[in-house]
């Protein structure tokens, strides 16, 4: 099996968000199950020096694009085994940022058709592509249109991965002719239509063979119209052919036992782990306590993840409960004053860090008791199972990738690893917190969670398997 991976960032190389990680990491996976799998990526100014320095020049590219005939390197490289092309072209990708610019239609159209072109120029042909969210779409479409006559693509099959359905690269219609070579008979509700705009994620949607996303519970929600963004009746239409599968983490890289930003590495021995939470303590200069409990906060501070409920019910914690706060993240202006202000009015009992370090945020997860994620939606989430990996009970919300990897603590059965709560509703979330306080201060139902949590994995090999059943299936 010839599996390419097509994303707009990967780790090591360039990350500004979970997508990174997933193409760092499944690769790997499906390698180690025999496939050749190999990535592409844009070359963009900002990777680091390191990377660039090693990069291979294999090929020079003519891209068609409307009236433009735009020039593309194919550079290479080799990271533990994988093989990684990167698209040159200063023009579109030498800039400060990764995305946001006017012309994001037109860079990754450009992306998108000069991945075909190379395709068509190699001399190992995939069997499958796979495609990652919006900046990949039209992949799916030029392969049934433009390309559609090409000998060596014949049989070839698509995949699409959705990790966040609200970002879907919508533009003017104008594209359409104008950077995509398409007349207006494409320009209809099974192909890019959407709302007089098109849609690249819309596209990607109707024209791949199969569709997945990052969680079981996700691909329910996002054929709903509450989740759905607008395309959840696309979504319902190709629900035969729609599966989440959960997104896994390194557990090589996520080890607290060789996690060099630990001041006492630890495996599941909770002696050690309260020795973190103290070290932290002392460094954040909150008072040095091995029994008050510390809940974790490590997030993009934005109306997703939940801020507006802890903003509801933040001071009310600080002020009646024995629990000191220890938040990690940047974002949205209102919810980084309103974060700054509790630490403020509670300064011995909440931290708040306007910033991100990946070495503070292993000390965060590993010095936590608990681990507060209550995200409005959350296609799979990667902070509770980095949580559960550093023995840190995750509070979450009902939904998306949380429902699916979060198992609410039964104090009759003992099983669960973890406490959630369904509604958005800040007063339910502040219950849950207080019902994992409880439980906290009640040894032997901690020792029994705890416990629970070691059992929790969550590696990119089970994830790997069943991408391996779905790319065999599309064979069969």
Same mark, same amino acid.
């Given at each position: ?16 968000? @979970? ?5 760092? !990491? ?9 496939? =050749? ?11 680091? /020096? ?12 003519? &891209? ?37 610019? =006017?012309?994001?239609?037109?860079? %990754?159209?450009? %992306? ?37 006559? &090409?000998?060596?693509? +014949? ?12 970002? +879907?690269?919508?533009?003017?219609? !104008? ?14 509700? =099974?192909? %890019?239509? %959407? ?18 996303? &990052? !969680? ?11 989740f759905g963004e607008n395309l959840d009746g696309v979504l319902r239409k190709r629900s035969n052919e729609l599966i989440g599968i959960v997104n896994g983490i390194n557990d090589q890289n996520y080890n607290p036992l060789k996690d060099e930003a630990l001041a006492f590495p630890y495996r599941t021995s909770l002696i050690k782990k309260a020795q973190n939470k103290m070290w932290l303590q002392e460094q954040l200069g909150l008072p040095v306590r091995k029994d008050v409990p510390m809940i974790g906060i490590v997030s993009r501070l934005v109306e997703q993840k939940g801020f507006d409920l802890i903003g509801r019910v933040i001071d009310e914690l600080l002020y009646h409960d024995d629990v000191q706060v220890v938040l990690l993240g940047t974002g949205e202006y209102q919810y980084e004053q309103m974060l *700054? ?6 300064? /011995? ?13 292993? +000390? ?19 902070? *509770? ?42 007063? /339910? ?6 019902? @994992? ?10 020792? #029994? ?11 990119? #090999?089970? !994830?790997?398997? +069943?991408?391996? /059943? ?5 064979? *069969?």
């Open positions: 099996m010839n599996v390419l991976m097509i994303g707009s960032e990967c780790t090591p190389f360039i990350k500004t968000g @979970g997508l990174a990680d997933v193409l760092g !990491s499944l690769p790997q996976a499906l390698k180690e199950q025999g496939v =050749d799998v190999r990535v592409v990526l844009p070359k963009y100014e900002n990777m680091d /020096d390191h990377w660039k320095m090693q990069l291979t020049h294999l090929d020079e590219l003519n &891209v068609q694009m409307g009236w433009r005939n735009q020039y593309a390197g194919v550079e290479y490289i080799e990271y533990e085994g994988i093989p990684v092309y990167f698209i040159d072209n200063e023009y579109y990708f030498k800039r400060s940022n990764l995305y946001g610019y =006017d012309d994001e239609a037109e860079r %990754f159209v450009f %992306f998108n058709r000069a991945i075909m072109e190379m395709v068509v120029g190699m001399d190992w042909r995939p069997d499958v592509l796979h495609c990652h969210d919006w900046q990949t779409g039209l992949i799916p479409a030029f392969l049934h249109t433009h390309y559609k006559d &090409v000998e060596k693509l +014949q049989g070839v099959k698509t995949v699409f991965t959705i990790h966040n359905l609200k970002y +879907q690269g919508v533009f003017a219609r !104008s594209v359409l002719h104008d950077l995509m070579d398409y007349d207006e008979g494409m320009f209809r509700d =099974d192909t %890019f239509e %959407f709302f007089g705009d098109i849609n690249f994620m819309k596209g990607a949607l109707n024209f791949s063979d199969f569709i997945t996303t &990052v !969680s079981e519970t996700y691909a329910n929600e996002i054929q709903t119209p509450y *700054q202000w509790a630490q403020d009015r509670h300064p /011995d009992k909440m931290s708040t860090n306007i910033r991100f370090s990946e070495p503070f945020s292993r +000390q965060i997860y590993a010095a936590s008791d608990f681990f507060l994620m209550p995200s409005r939606f959350e296609p799979c989430g990667i902070g *509770q199972l980095i949580a559960l990996r550093y023995l840190a009970a995750p509070i979450v919300r009902e939904t998306g990738g949380l429902a699916d990897t979060v198992i609410p603590f039964n104090e009759e059965t003992g099983e669960g690893n973890g406490f959630t709560f369904d509604n958005y509703n800040a007063h /339910d979330m502040l219950y849950t917190i207080r019902r @994992g306080i409880e439980f906290y201060h009640e040894p032997a139902a901690w020792q #029994k969670l705890v416990k629970n949590i070691c059992k929790s994995k969550f590696t990119w #090999k089970d !994830s790997a398997d +069943q991408y391996m /059943d779905l790319y065999e299936s599309m064979f *069969q």
